[in-house]
T-cell receptor, first 114, second 114 residues
Framework: NAGVTQTPKFRVLKTGQSMTLLCAQD?????MYWYRQDPGMGLRLIHY???????AKGEVPDGYNVSRLKKQNFLLGLESAAPSQTSVYFC?????????????FGQGTRLTVV | AQSVSQHNHHVILSEAASLELGCNYS??????LFWYVQYPGQHLQLLLK??????LVKGIKGFEAEFIKSKFSFNLRKPSVQWSDTAEYFC????????????FGTGTRLTIIP
């Protein structure tokens, strides 16, 4: 049981380049999230999805796009990377609610934009 | 919208000392509350969660937290810390109804001195 898997684990981009981060979960969770983690700022929500084909903006969505074409996958795209997007990105997934609600996290992607 | 405040940014304790980390949230309705831990270089793992009922919640590794509704607080406690508790601790809140967002605090870095 892999849980939440993020690809890639590390990446260095040049300013202006684009890339896609992949998040895959095998727990049949409805909700999926993308967070960024920066020192002293905790985890900030970028985008999230409550089901296949749906996405919504979080706290810091600018410069990012997402897609959820399949229930198990949630993609985060950077169209034109900027140094301010240097961060550690975490994906999470969960059931929709109730007492079973618990967000499970991936191992993270460390992205450096130079 | 909900928010979370963690006022302790860095806490340093000796082994066997007692621990209390503060967490206050802001939201007018019913909430679910969580504490997550992130060991160095790893992803976030759930320590404990509160949904309803007994306001004193027990989690893994000897941690517990108390929900005090009148104070909008959910402080994390452990009677005797170990060196292996060195990690970053995050409090998170989610509105109980109609809100899929899971909002995190900025985190508290805990350093245990042997």
């Amino acid at each position: 049981n892999a849980g939440v898997t993020q690809t890639p684990k590390f990446r260095v981009l040049k300013t202006g380049q684009s890339m896609t981060l992949l998040c895959a979960q095998d727990m049949n969770h409805e909700y999926m999230y993308w967070y960024r983690q920066d020192p002293g700022m905790g985890l900030r929500l970028i985008h999230y999805s409550v089901g296949e084909g749906t996405t919504a903006k979080g706290e810091v969505p600018d410069g990012y796009n997402v897609s959820r074409l399949k229930k198990q996958n949630f993609l985060l795209g950077l169209e034109s990377a900027a140094p301010s997007q240097t961060s550690v990105y975490f994906c999470a997934s969960s059931y929709s609610g109730g007492r079973f609600y618990e967000a499970f996290f991936g191992q993270g992607t460390r992205l450096t934009v130079v | 919208a909900q928010s979370v405040s963690q006022h302790n940014h860095h806490v340093i304790l000796s082994e066997a000392a007692s621990l209390e980390l503060g967490c206050n949230y802001s939201y007018g309705g019913t909430v679910n509350l969580f504490w997550y831990v992130q060991y160095p270089g790893q992803h976030l793992q759930l320590l404990l969660k509160y949904f309803s009922g007994d306001p004193l919640v027990k989690g893994i590794k000897g941690f517990e937290a108390e929900f005090i509704k009148s104070k909008f607080s959910f402080n994390l406690r452990k009677p005797s810390v170990q060196w292996s508790d060195t990690a970053e601790y995050f409090c998170a809140v989610r509105a109980n109804f109609g809100n899929e967002k899971l909002t995190f605090g900025t985190g508290t870095r805990l350093t245990i001195i042997p």
